[in-house]
């Protein structure tokens, strides 16, 4: 697609319950970031896909939080049994490679109740 | 541990007014310093700066790098309504993670 693209754009959910929040990144790019962006604050990393490497999975809060990404391209990051804390906008980026700027999709505003 | 700080947090000029935004960093490994403009959700690149000195330009917009002291700007000159966003400022290091700042937040009064 001509860039990334993120859905659902919003999501309330009720504590307890499990989402999944999709990114359909830009075509032909390899590499792959979820990043949580609280109200107020900056980027927080979560986790990174490059190619068919193991992703680099450090910044992930908890062990609720899990990503995959299918045939190198379409990406879905699950949170389970959520809770107030994980209210956030994800943010999903993708870059040709590396070290090269990345282009974010528009975020999927999630507020857990 | 690796951080990156920006300043001001918030910023309210008139239109027409040049504002310098700021942010410093201590960041093990540096490869490169970015800027990001984010109007409502999604960030959108602005500069990527690897070299000191280096002024890079683009129309109102220009920014540099100073490796020695750890800090980059941010100079927008004759600011517009449409000037009004979050100015994230992001560092790479050589294991290609971004560090992020928490934004500065530009407001234009018209």
């Known amino acids: 697609g001509a860039g990334v693209s993120q859905s659902p754009s919003n999501k309330v959910t009720e504590k307890g319950k499990d989402v999944e929040l999709r990114c359909d990144p830009i075509?032909?790019?390899?590499?792959l970031y979820w990043y949580r962006q609280s109200l107020g604050q900056g980027l927080e990393f979560l986790i990174y896909f490059q190619g068919n490497s193991a992703p680099d999975k450090s910044g992930l809060p908890s062990d609720r939080f899990s990503a995959e990404r299918t045939g190198g391209s379409v990406s879905t990051l699950t949170i389970q049994r959520t809770q107030q804390e994980d209210s956030a906008v994800y943010l999903c980026a993708s870059s040709l490679a590396q070290f090269i700027p990345h282009t974010f999709g528009s975020g999927t505003r999630l507020t857990v109740v | 541990e690796d951080k990156v700080v920006q300043s001001p947090l918030s910023l309210v000029v008139h239109e027409g007014d040049t504002v310098t935004l700021n942010c410093s960093y201590e960041v093990t490994n540096f490869r490169s310093l970015l800027w990001y403009k984010q109007e409502k959700k999604a960030p959108t690149f602005l500069f990527m700066l690897?070299?000191s000195g280096i002024e890079k330009k683009s129309g109102r917009l220009s920014s540099i790098l100073d490796k020695k002291e750890l800090f980059s700007i941010l100079n927008i000159t004759a600011t517009q309504t449409g000037d009004s966003a979050v100015y994230l400022c992001a560092v790479s290091d050589s294991n290609y993670q971004l560090i992020w700042g928490a934004g500065t937040k530009l407001i234009i009064k018209p």
């Open positions: 690897t070299s």
């Open positions: 075509s032909g790019h390899t590499a």
